[in-house]
């Protein structure tokens, strides 16, 4: 008899790992279910000519994929998948017609995978789970709320909608960005050939003179001696700073502080916090939607929120709904995050130093949850109407998030506009003033 080993939460929410002895896949999860837990997770554990041959068969017609499956094609899967269904048609056709079109890659992989755990009795979310490169723990748990209340193909709906939302504001933000890389881009290239060309051949003249070089002229003589010396330690600084910033973040205490320091930071900090509440909340209200329960809604949440502070504000309110609170309150008490000493080093590091420590001891009681959106997650739970209040709080800070994105950009401009000038002048001022004062002794 098959050994399963499988994953659920129990009443109170915590989360438990165990294995269960089962002639079947659904007799086991019925045991589970018997002994009171929400099964989230469940693999057969199995021999190794058992796991041989499953390989074997599993491998016709898949291709070598590196990765998981990007977020635009999966959106896209998603709202054929719910096409499929309005029209009728029985779950694993639909599953193969999308398998047949869909080009070589993970996709088709998991979409070969999940085809034969439903011809071989597994419901949809107990398959996809089974491919968790392609399909992650909340569309897992929705597409399991849509089996349990018989109305699979509006959860495929409300899901679809959802990832083009969220695909559609990160458009927007990457979008955005575009232009002031390949302005800062190319402003650095030239930089670096007026270093290396054009400084040289001005510091041969000045030699040829024997002329007394102003302070300017010098410390413009060091940078270019130093780029063209070293121009090959230049991309090691960001690199450097990028696997300094990944190491720290390997340590909770370190993702925290760093996590809090984005969130904290000036200007672009502002974006980054209203896009992951808009981000959270409408995932929150999806799976409420969808007839997930409150304390699996919540952990979801946390798991896919990506930031730290946000996991820990979602924690807090999951342990005092396990305590019998309401969620208003736990988001109000917890929504000012604490003060953290890797936060303030960031601060010290890439914020002017003193003054980064400063500025970031002034926001320390700025909360990351707005009243707005408390009062009305408060106002949802009293009528009864949760999952709208969520997707109304989503849809303003989507609005913000867009607003704020198309101003930083209209800011962006002329910032880098001046900061170009004021570079490119600095080099100018600093090669004429020894030439004006050898035009003045030649005269």
């Known amino acids: ?5 499988y994953e659920a939460m129990d009443a109170t929410g915590q989360e438990v790992k165990s294995s269960v002895e089962a002639p079947s896949q659904d007799e086991a999860q019925a045991i589970i279910r018997q002994s009171g837990y929400f099964v989230t997770k469940i693999t057969v554990k199995r021999g190794r000519r058992g796991a041989a041959e499953k390989k074997t068969t599993k491998n016709k017609g898949k291709t070598f994929a590196l990765g998981g499956v990007k977020m635009k094609t999966l959106t896209v899967f998603t709202r054929q998948l719910s096409i499929l269904q309005d029209a009728g048609l029985p779950i694993l056709r639909s599953l193969k017609i999308l398998e047949g079109q869909s080009k070589p890659g993970a996709l088709k992989n998991s979409l070969i995978d999940v085809c034969e755990e439903i011809e071989g009795g597994a419901t949809l979310s107990e398959a996809m789970a089974k491919s968790p490169k ?5 569309y897992v748990n929705m597409i399991k709320a849509g089996e349990a209340g018989g109305a699979l193909e509006v959860i495929l709906r409300r899901l679809a909608e959802f990832q083009e939302r969220a695909e559609s504001l990160k458009r927007k933000v990457k979008g955005a960005m575009v232009y002031p890389v390949t302005v800062v881009t190319f402003a650095i290239c030239i930089l670096v050939f007026i270093m290396l060309k054009i400084v040289p051949s001005f510091v041969k003249i000045f030699a040829d003179f024997d002329a007394e070089l102003p302070a300017m002229t010098q410390v413009l003589i060091v940078m270019s001696n130093f780029v063209g010396s070293y121009w090959w330690t230049l991309p090691l600084f960001p690199i450097s700073i990028w696997l300094f910033v990944k190491m720290v973040r390997k340590f909770p205490p370190g993702r925290m502080g760093w996590d809090l320091f984005i969130i904290k930071m000036p ?3 502002q974006l980054v916090e209203k896009n992951i509440i808009a981000r959270t909340m409408r995932t929150l209200g999806t799976l409420v939607a969808s007839g ?3 304390l699996e809604a919540l952990y979801i949440t946390k798991e896919t929120s990506g930031n730290a502070v946000f996991e820990r504000l979602y924690s807090k309110v999951h342990d005092s709904i396990r305590e019998g609170e309401t969620i208003a309150l736990p988001m109000k008490e917890n929504a000012k995050a604490p ?5 303030l080093f960031f601060w010290f590091m890439f914020i002017a130093g003193p003054l980064g420590m400063l500025l970031y001891l002034t926001k320390l009681n700025q909360p990351i ?16 109407e949760l999952d709208t209040m969520l997707y109304k709080v989503a849809d303003t800070y989507d609005e913000e998030v867009a607003v704020l994105t198309e101003s930083l950009m209209s800011l962006m401009e002329p910032l880098m506009i001046i900061c170009l000038g004021m570079m490119v002048g600095f080099i100018v001022i600093a090669l004429f003033l020894p030439l004006i004062s050898l035009i003045q002794k030649l005269t």
Do not use: K, S, Y
Request: aromatic share 10%; hydrophobic share 55%.
């Open 1 to 5: 008899m098959p050994i399963f080993q």
């Open 134 to 138: 392609a399909f992650n723990r909340l």
């Open 267 to 269: 200007i672009f900090g």
């Open 292 to 294: 997930v329960p409150i």
């Open 339 to 343: 003060f953290h000493p890797v936060a």
């Open 369 to 384: 949850l707005d009243d707005m959106v408390i009062n009305m997650v408060d106002v949802g739970e009293e009528t009864g």
